[in-house]
């Protein structure tokens, strides 16, 4: 491996275009457990809340309130000021600018009567908007803005119902939904302005796990021209994050059953990090990025994103380095491979989905991904582009096809096509399935 690109900082792509509604097939969901909910009142004290709650996504995005349908539950056996509370019409939305009224019937809150809020999603950040019943009052609207981090500014409810997940009521850690000050009164949610609870802020903090089909894989020459992918990749994720690369640990998995170039590829050491700055070396043994041997890779993941490195085997070419950066979006400004193997999933090949987790431009270069280092490929950008659900995978199947295998293999020592030899990055990130998973910490 050879030549040494520091690759500094995240880049948000603008991901503003295409955004609206698009046709969503649910999933089979199941359950994750032990997750959070945070009372606060007006002055951001932590007033109750509990730490059992019950989360379901089948891992799709609303992205148009007139076309919006229930995606996801939330439920706790845990009474709220003595009080169950209900949970219902739960509906998460992908980046985009909504406006929710108040005094809708359940399941059509864009009628249009009432008082309501106008909510700015950004590229990294998911919206939930619910209806919650407490002691007689019913439909009370809450409206969660969630990006990866710890919860905060304000403190988080640790006490009453727990569970045995190791994130069951631990304020450090890092959730993959976590509730943010979205209305920036320095008090993580938004104040309700109806039902009882007027000025109060409901704040649900989530874990994700993932086991999905159907997902993207893009690769992209020195130009930024698609040349090859797959649209049947496998993912599954345990729903942790790691925060240091001297402690991280394999915490999902990236595979196809479709070569590439005429050649089998495995992904390897999968490790999925929350926000944070990380340096990745690229002739260290499988498992230890952080040894200090070779060239290198520095990645900032920004709030509402998360970064994926693993390890790359391919035609004989062994430990290729790869880094994505993912958050949620629909995949550019470059053109997403379309063809090759696809599966019955409603997002496999359709280059207008908006991805839970796409990976974006990170060196800002103009090409989503950024140019591996090492390995045969230098130059060239693997993207892969992934959907989350709580539960078991779209069970798709396979559609056939040989579009992939007619693609031409670049000559690799073309200077045109990022030939040479070095380290390179690629990434994998992705969808949300069902498991178990624990928080890895410094």
């Known amino acids: ?47 109750g809340g509990t730490n059992d709650v019950e989360f379901t996504w089948d891992g799709t995005l609303n992205t148009s309130v007139a076309t919006a349908v229930e995606n996801a539950t939330i439920s706790s056996s845990q009474p709220f000021f003595g009080a169950q509370w209900d949970a219902h019409h739960v509906m998460i939305y992908g980046p985009g600018t909504y406006t929710i009224y108040t005094d809708c019937p359940a399941g059509s809150p864009d009628c249009g009567v009432g008082a309501s809020y106008t909510v700015t999603v950004n590229p990294g950040q998911v919206m939930a908007h619910m209806l919650f019943d407490w002691s007689g009052n019913l439909d009370i609207d ?39 000050d979205w209305d920036n009164d320095g008090i993580n949610g938004a104040g309700m302005i109806d039902g009882p609870f007027v000025g109060f802020n409901a704040n649900f903090n989530l874990m ?34 790691n925060t240091s690369v001297a402690t991280a640990v394999e915490n999902a998995t990236i595979s196809s059953s479709q070569p590439f170039f005429g050649a089998q590829w495995d992904a390897h050491h999968v490790m999925i990090y929350g926000p944070g700055t990380y340096t990745i070396y690229t002739d260290c043994p499988a498992g230890s990025p952080d040894c200090g041997v070779g060239a290198s890779y520095t990645v900032t993941v920004n709030p509402g994103q998360v970064m994926a490195h693993m390890l790359f085997d391919w035609s004989g070419n062994l430990d290729i380095d790869v880094i994505d950066v993912w958050e949620v979006g629909q995949f550019g400004p470059s053109s997403m491979f379309t063809g090759a193997q696809t599966t019955t999933d409603s997002w496999s090949a359709d280059d207008t989905n908006v991805w839970t987790f796409m990976s974006i431009d990170w060196d800002n270069d103009g090409i989503n991904g950024a140019g591996m280092i090492d390995g045969p490929f230098v130059g060239f950008n693997a993207n892969f582009n992934l959907m989350s659900a709580t539960g078991a995978s779209g069970g798709g199947t396979s559609d ?7 693609l031409t293999p ?3 020592a073309d200077p045109s096509f990022g030939g040479g030899a070095a380290a390179g990055l690629w990434s994998l990130f992705g969808l949300v399935g069902l498991a178990l998973f624990r928080r890895r910490n410094h």
């Open 410 to 412: 670049p000559d690799i």
């Open 400 to 406: 056939p096809s040989t579009d992939e295998r007619t």
């Open 142 to 180: 809450v409206i969660d803005v969630w990006e990866v981090g710890q919860f905060g500014p304000s403190s988080m409810f640790t006490g009453a119902q727990t569970t045995t997940d190791s994130w069951s009521a631990d304020d450090t850690n890092v959730w993959t939904f976590m509730s943010i």
């Open 1 to 47: 491996m050879i030549g040494i690109n520091s690759l500094a900082s995240k880049l948000r792509p603008v991901l503003t275009a295409a955004l609206c509604g698009l046709a969503l097939t649910s999933i089979q969901a199941s359950a994750s457990t032990g997750n959070n909910f945070t009372m606060l009142d007006g002055t951001g004290s932590a007033v």
């Open 208 to 241: 994700v796990t993932a086991q999905t089909t159907g997902n993207n894989f893009t690769m992209l020459d020195g130009t930024g021209s698609a040349v090859g992918g797959t649209n049947d990749v496998e993912f599954t994720w345990d729903g942790t994050l």
